[in-house]
């Protein structure tokens, strides 16, 4: 086993979260910074193409997994980026926050400091959005390293203008922006495009200071286990062409490997469940039982049309629109979300039509809780991810709601242009047993994990507020596995505040100016 050099900083994991502390770090021209990634430095073509994302989605810039089995839908697909900018690099690019509630509830949890206004600073400090069409400027920030913006309204799609419209005439409320004052409605959601091409954390943040004499980034090294010594974490090892090697770490390792990876080294260096621990083999550096135990994800099921003809292509991601709303199962926030995927698609295992469109209802607020566990002590096998969906019969009940009032939409006045039929779950299927079991047999994934570090005092928690891991020093956690709940938006956004605090914290500074 080679030594790699001796860094300040050593960051596991260049997704979101890792792209951003390595900028942000990096800026102390005395902070010598390795960022490690499992995946490839490429920008290709697909994924600089705001259309392309379906299409990366088990390519070589995925880690491709699948969860074990899930209702009685089977194992589902669950997609991670493996690439410089991670899951940000292959995702369909929505840049939304979550409720304000949300956040103040992780506060009142018990991660002090976490709150919405505690936030605040750290989402503006992340975007460049133009303020036109009612963004508030307290609210949303103009000098972020990523730009977004959503579909202009000249390029937007029919199916999605269809939906907004549907959903505006049924009395349904409507939001300029679910990032700002009012987020609950029907919105036209920013996406992190900028001149027609996907703008990814690798784009804003790191390839824009790769030439920083202090920041070290390495492709093609997947992390397989934290080195620590009398309790403290002073290392990363990780293999590197078949190769192992050991990068050192005089200040502190932040893993940033996502709520699916993070859990997974931890346990592979002997932070986690002891018992599970040992049963592998694997020596017990901390008993931690909550280390992949609280595993949260968006579930959801689709609606699937057929049209005559082709519909023309999206200009952006496929996606354009959504509405946060709520279920009669809501609590402090939305619960539900609505959202078109303009493709001819099915859930898994159905018939795909020729031609046509997805509607589709995802559980924002889900009472299901799942689990990340080593299938084995060798870091290379896949964990074994089981997001437990459906696994509270609430959850059921929301989508049951959210595919009725898709069905309703779907079949008002402002869909009678698209001649669209309804293909799955079919016009024979009635509500209430019927549709609850294509439920069950067709959920899938929003591609959302969390929750499987959560922050926090108690003994549920596996990081401190600082996002220092309980018991070992000199290793935090930085990523969407640190979230007490699941927000109730595309994480992403929340990831790169999360990530921006972080960096602040770290170096010890004050943050920048509410």
């Given at each position: ?106 506060a009142a949890g018990g991660a002090a400091g976490w709150g919405f206004t ?230 898994a295992g159905f018939e795909a039509p020729a031609a046509g469109f997805a ?101 549920g928690c596996v990081v401190d507020p600082q996002l220092r891991v309980h ?44």
């Open positions: 086993m080679s030594a790699a050099g001796e860094f300040d900083y050593v960051v596991a994991g260049g997704g979101t979260a890792g792209c951003v502390l390595a900028a942000r770090l990096s800026q102390d021209a005395a902070a010598r910074v390795l960022l490690l990634e499992a995946g490839g430095p490429e920008r290709t073509a697909q994924m600089a193409d705001p259309g392309g994302w379906p299409d990366l989605l088990g390519s070589a810039a995925d880690w491709a997994g699948v969860t074990t089995p899930q209702a009685e839908a089977g194992p589902v697909i669950y997609p991670r980026g493996r690439t410089l900018g991670g899951s940000g690099g292959i995702n369909a690019m929505a840049h939304v926050r979550g409720h304000r509630a949300g956040y103040d509830g992780w505690d936030l605040l600073p750290y989402f503006r400090r992340t975007e460049r959005v133009e303020l036109a069409g009612g963004r508030d400027p307290g609210l949303r920030g103009t000098e972020g390293q990523v730009p977004v913006a959503p579909a202009a309204q000249d390029r937007r799609h029919p199916v999605a203008l269809a939906l907004a419209r549907a959903l505006e005439s049924s009395g349904y409320p409507v939001t300029d922006d679910l990032s700002g004052a009012r987020q609950e409605g029907a919105a036209w959601v920013d996406l992190a495009i900028a001149g027609g091409q996907r703008v990814s954390p690798a784009d804003a943040y790191l390839r824009p200071v790769l030439g920083r004499a202090n920041l070290t980034v390495r492709t093609g090294c997947l992390a397989t286990a934290l080195i620590t010594e009398g309790g403290r974490c002073t290392g990363v090892s990780y293999l590197r062409d078949g190769a192992h090697e050991v990068a050192r770490c005089a200040g502190e390792v932040i893993v940033c490997a996502g709520a699916v990876g993070s859990p997974q080294l931890l346990m592979l260096s002997g932070i986690g469940p002891a018992g599970q621990l040992r049963g592998l083999g694997i020596g017990v550096v901390a008993d931690l039982p909550a280390v992949g135990a609280d595993l949260q994800d968006h579930p959801m099921v689709l609606t699937s049309y057929a049209v005559p003809e082709p519909l023309p292509a999206s200009r952006y991601n496929h996606g354009e629109m959504y509405a946060a709303l709520r279920t009669e199962l809501a609590g402090k926030w939305p619960d539900l979300h609505l959202f078109p995927i303009l493709l001819p698609i099915a859930p509607l589709t209802a995802g559980v924002m607020a889900p009472d299901s809780r799942g689990s990340v566990r080593l299938a084995s002590a060798d870091p290379r096998a896949a964990p074994l991810i089981d997001p437990g969906f459906l696994r509270e019969g609430a959850d059921v009940d929301r989508l049951a709601e959210g595919l009725g009032l898709l069905r309703e939409l779907a079949a008002s006045e402002a869909f009678a242009g698209l001649a669209a039929a309804q293909m799955w779950p079919g016009p024979a299927v009635r509500a209430g047993a019927e549709l609850r079991d294509y439920i069950r047999r067709a959920v899938g994934s929003y591609y959302h994990p969390a929750g499987t570090c959560p922050m926090g005092t108690g003994p018991g070992v020093g000199g290793l935090r956690v930085a990523d969407a596995s640190v979230m007490p709940v699941i927000c109730n938006a595309h994480p992403n956004a929340t990831v790169l505040a999360i990530a921006e605090k972080a960096a602040d914290l770290i170096s010890g500074t004050t943050g920048p100016p509410p």
